[in-house]
């Protein structure tokens, strides 16, 4: 297992298109998550699997994102009906959880999306 | 609200000089903290948890709970150094992480 693998790296879509990317984590780790990053901001927080169960959604997250985990492996997030605002660095993590509390992330390469 | 907040965007420093990048943090209970680090062209990785109390790469960061800070701190910098750090914090009993905006720290020759 060499990490958290996201696929594409880049993404130019022409705005109205659906995109999909998808993420795969360390196999042990059973929480994954993801975030969307802009230039001069922190990652910004967008949902989070425990599994298979998406236990937690943003607010950023709206209608045209949609996220799944369908067998608690990798994940997929969907934009539909892409904006230029969508433009920005996608980014997956993956955790476990231990007796002692959050371990912290291991994060993947990032899918980097442009719509034109 | 939680919120992270690191009021240095760029940071830079002599090698061989002390780094302290700042940290606050704005949380009503006992929340988990966090420093990542990325280096140029590769992921963000994490660099040290607060609730480890290690000293990852000759960095330390001591929690304040007074003062609600998280300080990243490292007595002598070297040029490897040089990179976007972040401040990140996590509620004790919860998963999502809550990011800053990041300091970029630049090693000067």
């Known amino acids: 297992d060499t990490g958290v693998s996201q696929d594409p790296r880049h993404k130019i879509t022409k705005r109205g298109q659906n995109v999909t990317f998808r993420c795969d984590p360390i196999s042990e780790h059973n929480r994954l998550y993801w975030y969307r990053q802009t230039l001069g901001q922190g990652p910004e927080f967008l949902t989070y699997?425990?599994?298979?169960?998406?236990?937690?959604k943003s607010r950023l997250l709206s209608d045209r994102f949609s996220a799944e985990r369908p067998k608690g492996s990798f994940s997929t997030l969907e934009i539909q009906r892409t904006e230029q605002g969508d433009s920005a660095m996608y980014l997956c993590a993956s955790s476990r959880r231990g007796s002692i509390g959050n371990y912290g992330y291991t994060f993947g390469s990032g899918t980097r999306l442009t719509v034109v | 609200a939680q919120r992270v907040t690191q009021p240095e965007k760029l940071l830079s420093v002599f090698k061989g000089a002390p780094v302290e990048l700042k940290c606050n943090y704005s949380y009503s209970g006992s929340p988990e903290l966090f420093w990542y680090v990325q280096y140029s062209r590769q992921r963000l990785q994490l660099l040290l948890r607060?609730?480890s109390r290690e000293s990852i790469k000759g960095f330390t960061a001591d929690l304040n709970k007074g003062e609600t800070s998280f300080h990243l701190k490292k007595p002598f910098a070297q040029e490897e150094d040089s990179a976007m750090y972040y401040c990140?914090?996590?509620?004790?009993?919860?998963?999502?992480?809550?990011f800053g905006k990041g300091t970029r720290l630049h090693i000067l020759p």
């Open positions: 607060h609730i």
């Open positions: 990140a914090l996590s509620p004790l009993a919860g998963d999502k992480i809550i």
């Open positions: 699997f425990q599994n298979e169960a998406q236990l937690e």
